[in-house]
């Protein structure tokens, strides 16, 4: 199942305030391990889709908003692995439909839009039930890919990395982190940057997270899992809320270093750890790793925002 996916690859990244400062800093490229299926999305949808097949499931349901990375990535993953798809869509629908949704068509994925309100319903058994009644026997998949299935997956994350010291990473509903925090030793130390304005309170998300899957019956490869903190000032006003400052850095950073990163995640955790890199957060000597999880697809719809502003 794997064998398609290149393993991730370390890019180093020298600059003048990495050396000032003496640390090492690399980038993990998730971003480039498939055109269509990669990022964490990848990694959050590996053990579901097996979960799927194993149970001799032949359709996907899973929902996101109209520029979703996950919604993207499971369609391909869909046509990829032989599995049909139905995407449940926040919102009106709208015509022409965008680039991710028409992307998610020529896949062979299934349109469904379900109003506001109705979408906030998403995780109820009622929900579900209507649906699994509408569509038959559907897995169904949690918006994001966000499930214990999600949190195994990304403990994988990280299997072929290069040695460091501390790890960065970009975080919406900690499941990619929680499965990082889980296959990392005590020496290490784990970084979470909260994309949502006030993300405080995914401390307590990303603990619920560990504990359940440390009651669950699924592997874990060590038992004490590394010290993390999670570093909730560079949201940007929330989801999906970018700025000038924001975009000159995504610029820049892919002019001097050659990756281009999402301005929903990546940019703002690149951001945050070169801004913590000035103001002393990281040791001398650290070896830095900045996961980029991918979801450039994405970067579509925050343009579209900004010419229609
Ligand atoms: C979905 C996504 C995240 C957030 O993942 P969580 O597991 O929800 O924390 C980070 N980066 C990118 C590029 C994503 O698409």
Not at 104 to 111: H, K, N
Request: charged share 20%; hydrophobic share 40%; net charge neutral.
């Amino acid at each position: 199942m794997t064998s398609i996916f290149l393993p991730p690859s370390t890019q180093k990244i020298d600059s003048d305030i990495t050396q000032s400062v003496g640390v090492e800093m690399s980038v993990l490229r998730l971003d480039l391990m498939h055109p269509w299926v990669n990022g964490n999305k990848w990694y959050k949808l590996k053990y579901n889709l097996l979960e799927a097949k194993e149970r001799n499931f032949t359709t996907l349901l899973t929902f996101g908003g109209a520029y979703s990375n996950h919604i993207f990535a499971t369609a391909a993953a869909g046509k990829l692995f032989g599995l049909n798809t139905i995407g449940v869509i926040r919102g009106e629908e709208t015509s022409p439909l965008n680039s991710t949704l028409s992307f998610a068509v020529q896949q062979g994925m299934q349109l469904v839009y379900l109003d506001r309100k109705t979408y906030r319903q998403r995780n109820t058994t009622e929900l579900q039930t209507e649906l699994r009644e509408r569509f038959g026997e559907v897995f169904i998949i949690p918006e994001g890919g966000s499930n214990l299935n999600g949190v195994r997956g990304c403990m994988e994350i990280l299997a072929q990395a290069e040695d460091f010291d501390v790890v960065c990473v970009a975080c919406g509903t900690g499941t990619t982190f929680a499965g990082i925090v889980l296959s990392l030793s005590q020496q290490k130390r784990a970084i979470a940057f909260p994309i949502l304005k006030n993300g405080a309170f995914l401390k307590q998300e990303i603990e619920t997270l560990l504990q359940n899957y440390l009651s669950a019956d699924l592997p874990v490869p060590t038992k004490s899992s590394c010290a993390w903190e999670l570093v909730c000032d560079y949201h940007f006003g929330g989801y999906a809320k970018v700025n000038d400052e924001l975009l000159k850095f995504s610029q820049q950073f892919q002019q001097m270093h050659g990756v281009t990163l999402d301005y929903v995640y990546t940019a703002k955790m690149f951001y945050g750890v070169m801004d913590l890199l000035k103001q002393g957060f990281f040791r001398k000597g650290d070896r830095i790793l900045l996961i980029h999880t991918g979801g450039l697809q994405g970067n579509v719809g925050i343009k579209e925002k900004l010419i229609k502003a």
